[in-house]
């Protein structure tokens, strides 16, 4: 079992930055995928962003070079760095981890609203 629960969210001016942090509880983190998500009002969830154990990152093209994603094994905790913030970045973001072999996300944490004012 495994728990997670986000931090850093707020109001941001466009062009401003945020880091979210989301810390995970249990054991075998390290072997977990780790992952962003965001939902904006009336849309979908959609992916953000992920790191395996190796830090391989994977990025939603609409963030590239704007977002980055780490991991601190030590700390049990992953972090999402955004910068160059849109307006349209607005969106509840949500951490969620899958096991190293899966496909599915199976643990999620509770969200954090991000607002990015024009």
């Known amino acids: 079992q495994v728990q997670l629960v986000e931090s850093g969210g707020g109001l941001v001016q466009a062009g401003g930055s945020l880091r979210l942090s989301c810390a995970a509880s249990?054991?075998?983190?390290?072997?977990?995928?780790m992952g962003w998500f965001r939902q904006a009002p009336g849309k979908e969830r959609e992916f953000v962003a992920s790191i395996p154990w190796s830090g391989d990152t994977t990025y939603v093209d609409s963030v590239k070079g704007r977002f980055t994603i780490s991991r601190d094994n030590a700390k049990n905790t992953v972090y999402l760095q955004m910068s160059s913030l849109k307006p349209e970045d607005t969106a509840v973001y949500y951490c969620?981890?899958?096991?190293?072999?899966?496909?599915?996300?199976?643990?999620w944490g509770q969200g954090t609203q991000v607002t990015v004012s024009s």
């Open positions: 969620a981890a899958r096991p190293g072999g899966g496909n599915v996300y199976n643990y």
């Open positions: 249990g054991r075998f983190f390290s072997s977990y995928v």
